[in-house]
C-alpha cells in the first residue's frame, strides 16, 4: 500500500458504518450488522449482533454474542494482543438489562515472518458471547440491546474499525429460545477456556529463584494435573497464552512432558514492590484428539529490585563501571539476607529465640534418640548414687555448650576467611558424616548388647567409673549438638540468622543460648528438686527400652546415610554401609575381646583394630566429585578446569576470560552457577564474544587457588574474575552476588578491550571496566 | 552429538541474538548509526551528554497518522529545552525510503529528522514492537523510557497523560522516571522478512 492510499483510508475513516452487507444477513435487522475498516472501500470486517433467544422473559437471562467476520488473512486482537494491536472493545448499551463480561475464546497466535513480534487474537470468524440478564417488570414491550465495538484489524497493515451494532427484543410471558443461535454460541462458548480448578484439575508453579528481580529473566516448572491425579493429554502449536501480567514483559511456557511445563519470563525493569501472579489461557490435547481450554493462575514470587540497582534512584541508572558495581553489590551479596534479620530483631529477641529452639531441638526426630538414651541413663544414675546426677547434668549442659562454642568459632572462622557458611556446614563433609554414622551404630550395637563401653565384664554389676562416666555424659552432649544442627535451620533461622550476620560476641551469645535452651530438659531435672524422684524406677523394663533406643539410633543413621547420598552419589552411599558393616564386625569383636583375657584379649583387641582402619582406608574415599562433577558440568557449559598457562593461552588468542572460583561446600558459589552462569543469557553472552570459561575448584585445598584469591585480597570463594585479552593485567573482580547481566556486561567490555577491537589509548579505558563505543 | 549441540546452540544465538539484545531501561542505550531521509548520518554517541528521544514510525500506520493529525509529536517536542533534547524519528518499515520519508516530512512540517532503518537491524536491537514506539536515553546514553507515547491507545481521552513529557522532564530535573516502562501500542513495525 502507498502512502497516499493510506493517507486516503484516514483514521476517521474507519467509523463509517457500511450498512450494504446486511442484504447478505436477512435474518438480522439492519441495525444488528455493520462492517468496516474500509480498506480502499473494501471493508475487512463485518460484524453482527446475535442474540439467542426470540422472545425474553423479565428475570430471565439469555446470551448475546458479537460475531466478527473477517477477510481472510486480516485479524482482530484478543484482550491481550500481544507485542502489537489493541484489545477488541464492546461497550454495552442496554437499558432494562446488564451484560456480563466478554467471554473471549481461545486465541490464535499470528506471528511476523521473522518472528520478531508475536500477536494473538482471531481471524475467519469469531464470537465474543456474553450473559444478558433482563431486569424484572412488566412482560411487555421491548429490550433495546446496543453494542458499540472497537477493534483494530490487521494484516500487515492494520486499519480500526468501530461498529455500532443495535437490536430489539420483544419482552413477553415466557423467554423463547432461537436454538439455531443457541447451538452456535454454544459451539463458540465450548472454545472459552475455563479456571482449571473447575474441572478438578490442579495447577503447581515452581521457581527456580525464590523471587524475582526486576529487568531479570526467570525460569521455573509449571505442573498440571487432572482430576483424581488423571494424566494430562499432550499439547501442540501455541498452546499457552499469557494474559497482560503487570510487572511481567513477557512469559511462556514450552512442553515439557505431559502435564508438566517449563517456565521462562522477563520482569519488567524498574518494578518495585509487586507480587505478579501467572495468569494465561491453556489449550489441552490436539486438533487430532479435541481441546480441552483451561483458565490457569498461580502466585509467581515477589518481585525485588536488582541487586545494586536500587529501582527509581537517578543513581541506578548511571552506566555501571565494573568499580561501582562491585561497590554497590559487595555489601549486598556480603550480608543481604542476614541485614534483612537484623532489622526486624533485637539481641535480646534473638537469644529467646535461640533458647526456646534449643529446648524444642530436643524434640526433633534427629535429637530425640540421644535425648531418650539420656534419659534411660538418668534413671538408671538416679537410683544409683544421687549425687552424681547434678555432676552428670552438668558434663552433658557442657558438653552441648562446648561444642555449640566450638561449632561458633567454626562459623566466624569460616567467615572471617570471607566465605559465607550454611547452617550444618559441617555435614557438606563426607568424613564427618561418616564419623557421625559411625558413632551412631557403634551406640546402638552398645544398646544391643553387644559390647559395653567403659565398663570390664565384672563391672556390669553397675560400678560406674566416675570420670569416664562424666565423659560419657559429655560426649552425649556432644552427639545432640551434632544431630540437633540439621534440625535446626527450620527452627531456629531467624536467630541463626541473626547470629551468622551479626559480631563474634552475639554469635558467641546465640550459640550459648541455643545450648542452654538444648541441655535444659536436664537442667530442670537437677534444678527442681523431686523432679528426677519421679523418673520410674528401674527394672527389666529399661533393657527392652535400652534396645528399643538402639533402633531409633539406627534410623538416624538412614537419615545420615541419605546425606551421604547427595553428598557422594550410590558409590558413596555404598561405601558408608560397607564401613557401617565393618564398624559392627568391630564392635561385636571388642565385645568378644571384653569376655576374654590375657593375650587373647589383645590379639582381639588388634584385629578389630586393624578391621577398623584397614575398612575405614578401603571405604572412607568419598569422592566429592563423583557427584558434583556431572553437575558442574550440566549447569554451567563449556566450562575447564583452571590453570594459569590455559587462561594465559586463551588471552594470547584474543579470547576473554571468565575465571569462576568455586566450590561444592560454599552455597553463594552454587547459587551464582544455578541462576546466574548457567541462564541463557551469560551462555549466549560467552558464546558470542568467545568467552574462555574455566572453573577454580576450591572444594578441597588448593595451594595454587588459595594464592590466586589472596592475590585479590580475598580469603575464600567466591571470586569472580573477568581478563580481558586487552588489558590481561587488570581483571575486573565480580561482586560475590552476580546478575545475569553483570556478566554479559562485564565479559562484553572484557571483549570490547581486546586488541583487534582498540585504538590507541583505549586500555586506559579498559582497565577501569568502561565500555570503549 | 557434539557437534550436534554445538549447531544447535549457534543456531539459537542467530535467531535470538536481535531478541536478547532489546533496549531496556536502565541499561546502555544499543548503538546506533543511521542515515537520514536528507542522507545525513546520525549516531547515538555524536548525541552524548543530551537527552534523546527515539520514536519508531511509519507514516502507514494509523496510530501514527492519529498523532501527526493532532501534533502529539512536535507539541511534546516544543515543551522541551532544544539545547538539552533531540529529537529523533526512526522507520524501521521494510518499503519504505527515504523519498517517501522526505514527502512526509515536508507534509507535516516536522522538524526532527526520520533516519532510515529499511532493513531493521537498529529496530530489531532496541525491540521496538509497534508504530509509535517511544524510547528516552539519558545524557550518560542509558534507556529511561521505553514504550506508548501516552496511556491512551484509543485516542478517546479527552486529556491524555503523556509518558515521553514526563519521562524527559524527570530526566532533564534528575528525577527517577515514574513509570519507566509502559506498553506500547499500535501498528506492528513492518519488519523486512
Known amino acids: ?142 429490550l433495546t440491546l446496543s453494542a458499540a465495538v472497537e477493534a483494530l484489524v490487521c494484516e500487515v497493515h492494520c486499519i480500526p474499525a468501530e461498529m455500532m451494532l443495535t437490536r430489539s427484543i420483544p419482552l413477553g410471558p415466557q423467554t423463547l429460545r432461537d436454538a439455531e443461535t443457541a447451538a452456535r454460541f454454544d459451539a463458540e462458548v465450548a472454545k472459552v477456556p475455563r479456571p482449571a480448578a473447575d474441572s478438578g484439575h490442579a495447577v503447581a508453579l515452581t521457581l527456580d529463584a525464590p523471587q524475582l528481580t526486576a529487568g531479570q529473566e526467570f525460569t521455573g516448572a509449571l505442573t498440571l494435573t487432572g482430576a483424581g491425579g488423571a494424566a494430562v493429554p499432550a499439547v501442540e502449536g501455541d498452546f499457552f497464552v499469557a494474559e497482560r501480567i503487570p510487572g511481567v514483559a513477557r512469559v511462556g511456557l514450552t512442553a515439557d512432558g505431559p502435564g508438566r511445563f517449563k517456565l521462562k519470563g522477563k520482569v519488567e525493569p524498574g518494578v518495585q514492590a509487586s507480587a505478579p501472579d501467572l495468569t494465561g489461557v491453556l489449550r489441552l490435547g490436539t486438533a487430532a484428539t479435541g481441546y480441552q481450554f483451561l483458565e490457569v493462575t498461580a502466585p509467581l514470587a515477589p518481585v525485588v529490585a536488582a541487586a545494586g540497582t536500587a529501582a ?115 555435614f557438606q563433609e563426607p568424613l564427618f558424616v561418616a564419623g557421625v554414622c559411625a558413632v551412631l551404630v557403634a551406640f546402638a550395637l552398645n544398646l544391643f548388647g553387644v559390647f559395653n563401653v567403659g565398663m570390664d565384664g565384672t563391672a556390669l554389676a553397675g560400678k560406674v567409673d566416675q570420670s569416664h562416666g562424666l565423659l560419657h555424659s559429655a560426649g552425649e552432649g556432644v552427639l545432640a549438638v551434632v544431630l540437633a544442627t540439621p534440625c535446626s535451620a527450620p527452627l531456629l533461622g531467624t536467630a541463626v540468622g541473626f547470629a551468622f550476620a551479626a559480631g563474634p560476641v552475639t554469635v558467641l551469645a546465640v550459640f550459648t543460648a541455643l545450648g542452654l535452651g538444648l541441655a535444659l530438659p536436664f537442667c530442670l531435672l537437677v534444678l527442681v528438686p523431686g523432679l528426677a524422684k519421679k523418673l520410674p524406677k528401674p527394672g527389666a523394663w529399661m533393657e527392652r527400652f535400652k534396645q528399643v ?204 578491550c581486546a586488541p583487534s577491537k582498540l585504538g590507541g589509548g583505549a586500555n586506559v579505558l579498559c582497565a577501569a571496566g568502561f565500555p570503549s563505543h | 552429538m557434539k557437534q550436534v549441540v554445538t549447531a544447535l546452540a549457534l543456531g539459537t544465538l542467530f535467531v535470538g541474538a536481535p531478541a536478547l539484545a532489546d533496549a531496556e531501561v536502565g541499561k546502555p542505550a544499543p548503538s546506533f548509526t543511521l542515515k537520514d531521509e536528507s542522507g545525513k548520518e546520525h549516531s547515538l554517541a555524536q548525541y552524548k551528554g543530551r537527552v534523546v528521544i527515539l520514536e519508531w514510525t511509519n507514516p502507514e500506520c494509523p496510530f501514527v497518522q492519529r498523532h501527526y493529525k493532532a501534533d502529539t509529536m512536535v507539541n511534546t517536542l516544543k515543551g522541551f529545552d532544544a539545547k538539552k533534547v533531540v529529537w529523533l524519528a526512526v522507520d524501521s518499515t521494510s518499503h519504505n525510503t527515504p523519498e517517501k520519508s522526505a514527502a ?73 522516571v515514574p513509570a519507566a516502562t509502559t506498553t506500547p501500542y499500535g501498528c506492528s513495525v513492518k519488519y523486512k522478512g
Open chain 2, 104 to 176: 512526509w516530512k515536508k507534509e507535516e512540517g516536522f522538524p526532527y529528522p526520520v533516519l532510515q532503518d529499511a532493513s531493521g537491524t537498529v529496530g530489531k536491537s532496541y525491540g521496538a514492537k509497534t508504530t509509535p514506539h517511544m524510547y528516552v536515553i539519558d545524557e550518560q546514553g542509558v534507556v529511561r523510557y521505553a514504550g506508548a507515547i501516552d496511556d491512551d491507545p484509543r485516542g478517546k481521552s479527552a486529556k491524555p497523560s503523556n509518558h515521553v513529557k514526563a519521562a524527559v522532564d524527570a530526566v532533564t530535573g534528575g528525577q527517577p
Open chain 1, 312 to 426: 527509581g534512584t537517578p543513581a541506578a541508572v548511571k552506566p555501571p563501571s565494573v568499580k561501582d558495581s562491585i561497590a554497590a553489590v559487595k555489601p549486598v551479596g556480603a550480608v543481604a539476607p542476614p541485614a534483612a534479620a537484623e532489622s526486624s530483631v533485637g539481641l535480646g529477641l534473638a537469644l529467646v529465640f535461640a533458647f526456646f529452639g534449643g529446648a524444642l531441638l530436643n524434640l526433633m526426630p534427629c535429637v530425640f534418640p540421644v535425648l531418650a538414651l539420656k534419659a534411660y541413663g538418668f534413671t538408671r544414675m538416679v537410683q544409683q548414687e544421687k549425687g552424681r546426677v547434678g555432676a552428670h547434668a552438668g558434663a552433658y549442659a557442657a558438653g552441648i555448650i562446648g561444642t555449640m562454642l566450638l561449632l561458633a568459632g567454626g562459623v566466624l572462622a569460616v567467615r572471617a576467611g570471607g566465605a559465607s557458611v550454611g547452617w550444618g556446614f559441617q
Open chain 1, 549 to 752: 533406643l538402639g533402633f531409633a539410633l539406627l534410623a538416624t543413621t538412614v537419615w545420615l546415610v541419605w546425606v551421604m547420598g547427595g553428598l557422594a552419589g550410590v558409590d558413596g552411599m555404598a561405601r558408608l554401609l560397607a564401613f557401617l558393616v565393618a564398624v559392627g564386625l568391630v564392635t561385636w569383636l571388642y565385645g568378644q575381646g571384653q569376655a576374654q583375657e590375657g593375650s587373647r584379649k589383645l590379639a582381639t583387641m588388634a584385629v578389630a583394630a586393624g578391621v577398623l582402619v584397614a575398612s575405614g582406608l578401603l571405604t572412607l574415599r568419598f569422592d566429592a566429585q563423583d557427584a558434583a562433577a556431572p553437575r558442574l558440568g550440566a549447569t554451567v557449559a563449556q566450562a575447564q578446569p583452571w590453570d594459569d598457562a590455559a587462561v594465559e593461552a586463551a588471552l594470547a588468542a584474543g579470547q576473554p576470560v571468565f575465571i569462576d572460583f568455586t566450590a561444592d561446600w560454599c552455597l553463594t558459589c552454587k547459587f551464582n552457577e544455578r541462576t546466574v552462569l548457567s541462564t541463557d543469557e551469560v551462555r549466549d553472552a560467552f558464546t558470542q564474544h568467545h568467552v574462555a570459561f574455566f572453573i577454580a575448584d576450591w572444594t578441597r585445598r588448593d595451594a595454587r587457588i588459595t594464592a590466586k584469591l589472596a592475590e585479590h585480597g580475598r580469603a575464600g570463594v567466591p571470586m569472580y574474575l573477568v581478563l580481558s585479552p586487552g588489558a590481561p593485567d587488570t581483571p575486573a573482580v565480580l561482586p560475590e552476588l552476580l546478575t545475569p547481566g553483570l556478566v554479559a556486561d562485564a565479559v562484553k567490555r572484557a571483549a570490547e
Open chain 1, 1 to 142: 500500500m502507498t502512502h497516499r492510499q493510506s493517507k486516503r483510508l484516514g483514521w476517521v475513516g474507519g467509523i463509517g458504518l457500511l450498512l450494504a452487507a446486511a442484504v447478505a444477513w436477512a435474518e438480522l435487522p439492519h441495525s444488528a450488522v455493520a462492517s468496516s475498516a474500509p480498506d480502499e472501500g473494501d471493508p475487512r470486517v463485518e460484524g453482527a449482533l446475535l442474540v439467542d433467544a426470540t422472545q425474553v422473559k423479565p428475570g430471565d437471562t439469555f446470551r448475546v454474542g458479537v460475531r466478527f467476520r473477517l477477510d481472510p488473512g486480516w485479524h482482530i486482537y484478543w484482550k491481550n494482543p500481544g507485542d502489537s494491536g489493541l484489545e477488541t472493545e464492546v461497550a454495552w448499551d442496554t437499558p432494562g438489562a446488564t451484560v456480563g463480561p466478554l467471554r473471549w475464546p481461545f486465541p490464535n497466535t499470528f506471528r511476523t515472518p521473522d518472528g520478531f513480534i508475536t500477536t494473538h487474537g482471531y481471524d475467519n470468524e469469531a464470537i465474543l458471547v456474553a450473559d444478558v440478564k433482563a431486569a424484572e417488570g412488566a412482560a411487555t414491550g421491548m
